[in-house]
């Protein structure tokens, strides 16, 4: 998740200095103290993150941004919260990718193997929500009203899942699995009737899928590391 260590997947700790460090192996993930107060919010916010209490972790992590604006973990938390914390009527795309660039711009400023790490950690984070934002709007639309796929909060719900896994593709371009579930996504979806036919919805669509394609064909012809 966004709160293990990069070296050995444990999870992080804050210290009484207010640095972070993995209580396994001991790599060191922040080198910006902030002291005992921002420590001690940082506890409290990844204990809301992990438990799934978004909106209590979003509100820990401003709080400790208000101590320390170039915490690169509170930018990336908040950010993750924000997507989290989206409805299918008010997907918080904007909000989420805004301050996890404010984490990366910092992180690759002052530790850049972070910056990288925390680039991995955003695609992962974007396409699963996505993915979920998706199955959402199935669960929620689907069997709501006759020709669901017709319906105009239907096709915003999914052109949203569709802007969020195409964010996690920028944020990690070389994540396969986002460009997989945007291919599919939009299978699935022009398979429908309701797409068969010309519209906006099938245009959008149709390019998401091209770039999608287009994308994994270059990944594939990248020289294997």
Sequence with gaps: T?????NCGAP???TANGALDC??????????PGGPKKANLLVLAFAAHRAKNFEEALEYYNRVLELDARDPW????KGVSALWTSTVANVRTAEALASINAALRIALEVEPQLGLDLMQRAGRDFNNFGAGLYKLAQDRLWHRETG?????SYQRAVLDALEVLESGNTLAPENRQVLINIREICDRELGTSASAGPGAYRDQLCAARKLAVHAIRELDA???T
Excluded at 74 to 77: D, L, S
Excluded at 148 to 152: E, H, K, T
């Design 12 to 14: 992080l700790q804050a």
């Design 74 to 77: 509170a930018w990336y938390g």
């Design 148 to 152: 669901f796929s017709a319906s105009a």
């Design 2 to 6: 966004a709160l293990d260590c990069s």
């Design 222 to 224: 990248l020289p294997s």
């Design 23 to 32: 209580r396994y192996c001991g790599t060191p993930h922040s080198h910006d």
